[in-house]
């Protein structure tokens, strides 16, 4: 079979002495962390309780305020919670909290993903959004004198959306790319649907963070490389832990002779190591996240983070029988392939050939 593999020593390649040494320096409070997080699951008395949260609360503090301070040299890397009005703050974590626990249901989990993302597009687009205005006019249900009309008035955002294509990062990406492709139909005048690139990639969970492997599929992968030539290339995965698939993808397409326009990340969480990896190896990409985690654990997974989002969206596969890309869509549900009906078929036009 046609595989791609990049290994997290090219990775950890492109990372700068800094980066090295400001990821070691978030290292440390997080050995720090975790050391409250043993106190605190012990079932401490009321004095030591209170104690560790401060420390953690304290040490929280700390690792934002470093992470913003490595984020602000960066445009490239956008991250919701950091430069954001503070007031918008408050939305945010109670998303994130809610992804978070422990407690939420995969229902419930689905549903804030929906919300994660709408507020990640206007995150992105919000220029686009305060500066020019279009009209629209809407027929509605009432008949009585005459067929009523209302007109709206709404962001003109055509340009920066009609040139898009989802890239899909296969299984807990798809919700999430349906997601985006759905809000840029709801914002373009003329009802643009994306197109979608669908690529099958997968990172060797039997490997650790410093010698993990991603694999790049080609069989099991749905584009066209000419489609992609050009356009404004379009990725949602609901966590950026290394920054490896992505990477993986794009440096294929580059070698492919593609030239994207431009290249746009879009996550609910990610991990600093990740945020860095990709714009020191990508030119021209822009990540977009509401929230950064400090740290990823040696099996290269977000700390604190959500656990394995795909799996709290599409629940678990058997190993031996995973569902395909269309399973996956009827897995759903009838709402959500309802609610997100034209993206459905496009991604059925891609894999199916029809």
């Known amino acids: 079979m046609a595989k791609v593999i990049l290994k ?9 002495e800094t980066d090295k040494a400001n990821l070691a320096g978030m ?15 012990g079932n401490p008395g009321e004095i030591r309780l209170k104690t560790e949260k401060v420390r953690l609360i304290d040490l929280y503090n700390r690792m934002g305020k ?22 918008n703050h408050g939305q945010a974590s109670r998303l994130i909290a809610k992804l978070r626990d422990v407690r939420t249901q995969r229902h419930e989990f689905v549903y804030y993903i929906q919300r994660a993302y709408e507020m990640l597009f206007n995150f992105a687009f919000t220029e686009a959004i305060r ?18 009309f209302a007109v709206h008035k709404i962001p003109d955002v055509d340009e920066a959306i009609e040139n898009s294509v989802m890239c899909v990062m296969l299984r807990g990406a798809l919700l999430p790319s349906m997601i985006m492709s759905k809000e840029m139909q709801e ?34 992968s749905f584009f066209r490389p000419g489609d992609l030539d050009g356009r404004d290339l379009v990725f949602a995965d609901p966590m950026n832990a290394t920054g490896g698939s992505l990477v993986t993808i794009v440096t294929y397409l580059l070698g492919q002779g593609i030239r994207p326009r431009s290249i746009k990340f879009f996550n609910a969480i990610s991990a600093l190591k990740g945020s860095l990896r990709i714009v020191r190896a990508l030119d ?41 890309i269309i399973q996956l869509i009827a897995d759903y549900g009838s709402n959500i392939a309802a609610l997100y009906r034209a993206q459905v078929r496009k991604i059925e036009k891609t894999v199916l050939g029809g």
């Not at 050995?31 to 043993?38: D, P």
């Not at 992470?67 to 040299?73: D, G, S, Y």
């Open 8 to 16: 997290a020593t090219d990775l950890d390649g492109f990372l700068t």
């Open 27 to 41: 290292d440390e409070y997080y050995r720090e962390a975790l050391e409250c997080f043993q106190a605190l699951a």
């Open 66 to 87: 470093l992470m913003q301070e490595i984020t602000r040299k960066e445009p490239s890397i956008q991250v919701y919670s950091f430069v954001t009005p503070r007031e």
């Open 131 to 148: 500066s020019n205005k279009n009209h629209l006019i809407i027929k509605t249900p009432v008949t009585s004198p005459v067929q009523n």
């Open 187 to 220: 914002y373009s005048s003329t009802g643009y649907v994306t197109p979608f690139a669908l690529f099958s990639i997968r990172r060797d969970d039997r490997k650790k963070e410093m010698d993990m492997e991603y694999i790049l599929d080609l069989d099991r």
């Open 284 to 324: 021209r990409v822009q990540e977009y996240t509401l929230w950064m985690d400090p740290v990823l654990n040696e099996s290269a997974y977000i700390l604190p983070g959500l656990g394995d989002a795909g799996d709290r969206i599409n629940g678990v596969d058997p190993e031996d029988t995973p569902r395909n």
